[in-house]
């Protein structure tokens, strides 16, 4: 079955810089586009960006510019380099499929504040 490890979340402050990863298994993950979606506090869960398997990338508006996605095959590991963070950017941030989501993992935890 499908897993999806996220890890790299914590506390960091206005401006700083952090880097998720997310390590998937019981997919091919070479032949599928992934995704990192955000859930702020009180609201629904959403795409903030993706690559596709040949590694072109989208992103949210919100994020554009800030964030880069990125992924190895190698590793079966999507990341999410996020710089310039602002408070808005709190929340539990998940990996998936893109637009084909499978069973979520745990998320990590992403606080920006001073």
């Known amino acids: 079955h499908v897993q999806l490890v996220e890890s790299g979340g914590g506390l960091v402050q206005p401006g700083g810089s952090l880097r998720l990863s997310c390590a998937a298994s019981g997919i091919i993950f070479s032949i599928v586009p992934m995704g990192w979606y955000r859930q702020a506090p009180g609201k629904e869960r959403g795409l903030v960006a993706r690559i596709s398997d040949g590694g072109y990338r989208n992103y949210g508006d919100p994020v554009k510019g800030r964030f880069t996605i990125s992924r190895d095959n190698a590793k079966s590991t999507v990341y999410l380099q996020m710089s310039s963070v602002k408070p808005e950017d709190t929340g539990v941030y998940y990996c998936?499929?893109?637009?084909?989501?499978?069973?979520w993992g745990q998320g990590t935890q992403v606080t920006v504040a001073s």
């Open positions: 998936n499929v893109a637009g084909h989501e499978r069973s």
